[in-house]
DNA sequence: GTAAAGAATGTTGTATACAGTATTATTTTT
DNA sequence: AAAAATAATACTGTATACAACATTCTTTAC
């Protein structure tokens, strides 16, 4: 119940609050806070060493995001995934998906399209190392210079939010005998249509990959199930 | 620069931060703070007569929102719209509206598509009054039925989101001649089409009406730019 | 023995105080 | 007179203090 938490260092010129909402996100993201786990200010607040105040900023932040739950009077708690928020995110994000590979056929620039190309090679690499933080950390990249291709940042927001509510349980897919494999041939298909423009096939290659990494996901959750 | 904002009264049961941002982001729609503005956190807690603390945490709820930007130890200002932003929005929403519009065909209950109906009446009736007000009421009542029936709870939230960032200028749309005719036609064949339980049909009307709505606002704003 | 009521404890909600930084105005120097 | 530097002012960022409310435990009554 104590220790979850590492100090706070003011390195960066960030404001306090951010790298406080960073931390705890974090922490909720790699399972140091459990789901339903109750999230106390003060708490929180002496485990950094900062006061309560961007602790209490934080906490409204990660509400909005989706990772906790205030109830007004009562406290914070971590939100947990059930099937049915899985099924709603992936719900939007096979929507929201297919908009962007359909916007980043149209609108990616030379030098994007290679960073891309470059990115997948990486994420190729890792996974034959089995190196699973750097296929992460990849594969991360490799969505982030996708989405600002679509030149939409508003939706690359709103997708990459999307896609840490569900981190915590991304893993567990990733575990998925041969899913790491097929991800990298729905990937490599993508960026192949990407960079012939043809939005259409970007679109459907886009729809499908996250059809399947849904699919791949309820199986994997409840297979789990013990 | 002052007298902007009432006061605020506690008369329900909302923490003051819910109150604090639901006041400065309808001044915000209304117009009451003009787009690049800044806005100060004393001056705002003075008029709200509230303190600081509130209106801190209602203000990093609107940066979320995307209501207003801040820089770090400079300050906070009211977001302005480019016609690249409104673009940006109804690029995610045309998506995110066929979606909802989709689900919402396969799930609706017989007592929403009901109470879909009788707001399609009311609507109609407040075009016929020529009563904005209750218009821009009847409406939002009858888009949220709509997305509550997708029962995807974090896709009725982020299409709010989206259409409270636009609704500053969303004013402008339905001054158009003949607009409010059409998006009454528009939203009666979406219904019929749910009602039919049709998803093809409903995403496709769903989808020809943010794009026409989108059209009209577009050209509405770039007759304004006197 | 069990249930209800009250008191004590702890946590959230809000206010305020203080420190650090950005901006603006004034003064001095070129 | 113009530009630069310095000082003053004002705002944001953070800490802390206080108040209100929820929860839990203890005590009392039936």
Redesign the pocket.
């Known amino acids: 119940m104590s220790g979850h938490l590492e100090q706070i260092r003011l390195d960066s010129y960030k404001?306090?609050?951010e790298l406080v909402c960073e931390h705890i996100r974090e922490a909720i993201i790699n399972g140091v806070f459990a789901p339903g786990e109750r999230?106390?200010?003060?708490?929180m607040a002496d485990e950094m060493g900062?006061?309560?105040?961007?602790v209490?900023e934080a906490i409204r932040k990660l509400e909005m995001e989706g990772f906790v739950v205030?109830i007004?009077?009562?406290?914070?708690y971590v939100s947990n995934m059930s099937i049915k928020d899985i099924n709603d995110v992936y719900e939007i994000r096979i929507s929201l998906d297919t908009l962007a590979a359909g916007l980043a056929a149209e609108r990616i620039s030379d030098e994007e399209l290679e960073e891309l190309q470059r990115l997948l090679v990486k994420v190729g690499n890792a996974i034959e190392e089995n190196d699973m933080t750097k296929v992460v950390e990849a594969d991360i990249e490799f969505h982030d210079v996708l989405y600002k291709a679509s030149r939409n940042e508003r939706l690359r927001n709103i997708i990459n939010n999307l896609r840490e509510q569900i981190t915590v349980i991304r893993g567990v897919s990733m575990r998925y005998p041969g899913r790491l494999k097929d991800t990298q041939e729905e990937h490599r298909r993508l960026v192949e249509s990407i960079a012939a423009r043809d939005v259409e096939k970007s679109q459907e290659m886009a729809r499908i990959h996250l059809e399947n990494a849904e699919r791949t996901l309820m199986a994997a959750m409840s297979e789990r199930k013990d």
Chains 1, 2 share one sequence.
Do not use: A, H, K, Y
């Open positions: 404001p306090l609050r999230l106390m200010e003060i708490q900062v006061s309560r105040t961007p209490r205030m007004p009077r009562r406290g914070t």
